[in-house]
């Protein structure tokens, strides 16, 4: 087994662990907690104890226009490894050092296919409290939608 | 199996980087060096320890046949400090050197330029035994009259390559020399003799 930390391998995989670790994102520290007590995590090893940094965030204007510098933002990074030698990273907002570490476990343990389902059964509630709360931040966001329509005038 | 690196990174670099700077403001003599690292063989910790606290993205480092020869070298040090790996030695900031008795000709490595001395190599060689007050002759800036050190292993014809490594000051390659729990500068101004 060689790990490879300097990027991810393309494969199916990747899609559904990139989905996973933008939920360990959206989820609160107390439900990474929860998730890994329930799962009954190794005690994990710090590769490179949890940092803070600044990333310089990118925007779009309507998500397709050209790109700007948005600002900078924190982010935390974590990377662990586990007794049997797997290792999990993971990259936060904010300063959290411990949702960081937690989710990086989270991480290690939903790599093994063997514990694949058991994370992303821990993970479900948290999964459904942000999905709900998506939907109805988006059905806030509905109800204040104003269409624009241009009222074709004939030439007087 | 990815290694840790340093349990503090901030203060632990500082200790490698003040125990570096000192052995080369005092050449030939050593310093205490205590990496706290267990980096994937053949590196050695104080190899691992010196490029985990000099060596980032902006710092193209070679590795010598031996520690190219295991890919997890490779990966222990792309992880922790983000440096390009070269196969070229002539361009790298620095070398780690695990077998110097086949250490390549200093000649090979990058030099600098007359206006960019600073842009030659910095040579990392992991010796097996460094010992103080015997062996050979150091004479230059930053040692009181001459001092004595003896390390092996050493290359074919040390004394003859520093002496021409020497010849264009300021020109020239700087050693870090390491063995365990030490480290010993010979930077390239350092005039280096037999006794």
Known sequence: ?156 | MLAPGFADPVHDAQDTFRAVMDALARPGRPRPLRAGLEPPAPLTPELAAVALALTDADTPVWLDAGLAAAPEVAVYLRFHTGAPLTDDPAVAAFALIGDPARCPPLGTFACGTPAYPDTATTLVLALATITEGAGLCLAGPGIRGTARVALAPLPEGFVAQCAENRADFPLGVDLILTAPGRVVGLPRSTAVTEN
């Not at chain 1, 590769?47 to 965030?57: D, H, K, N, Q, S």
């Not at chain 1, 779009?60 to 933002?73: A, K, S, Y």
Request: glycine fraction near 10%; charged fraction near 25%; include cysteine.
């Open chain 1, 1 to 156: 087994m060689t790990p490879n930390p300097t990027g991810p391998q393309n494969g199916p995989g990747i899609e559904a662990r990139r989905a996973m670790m933008a939920l360990c994102a959206e989820a609160g520290r107390s439900e990474l907690e929860a998730a890994v007590a329930r799962l009954g995590a190794p005690a994990a090893e710090d590769l490179r104890p949890p940092e803070t940094g600044l990333v310089m965030a990118e925007g779009r204007i309507g998500g397709d226009g050209r790109p700007f510098h948005f600002g900078e933002v924190s982010v935390t990074r974590a990377a662990i490894r586990l007794p049997d030698g797997s290792t999990g990273f993971a990259y936060h907002l904010g300063r959290d050092r411990t949702k960081a570490r937690l989710a990086a476990i989270l991480d290690a343990l939903w790599q093994d296919s063997a514990r694949r389902a058991g994370v992303e059964a821990a993970l479900a509630g948290a999964a459904a409290r942000t999905e709900a709360a998506r939907r109805q931040a988006a059905r806030r966001t509905a109800a204040t939608r104003v269409e624009f329509l241009t009222v074709a005038r004939g030439e007087d």
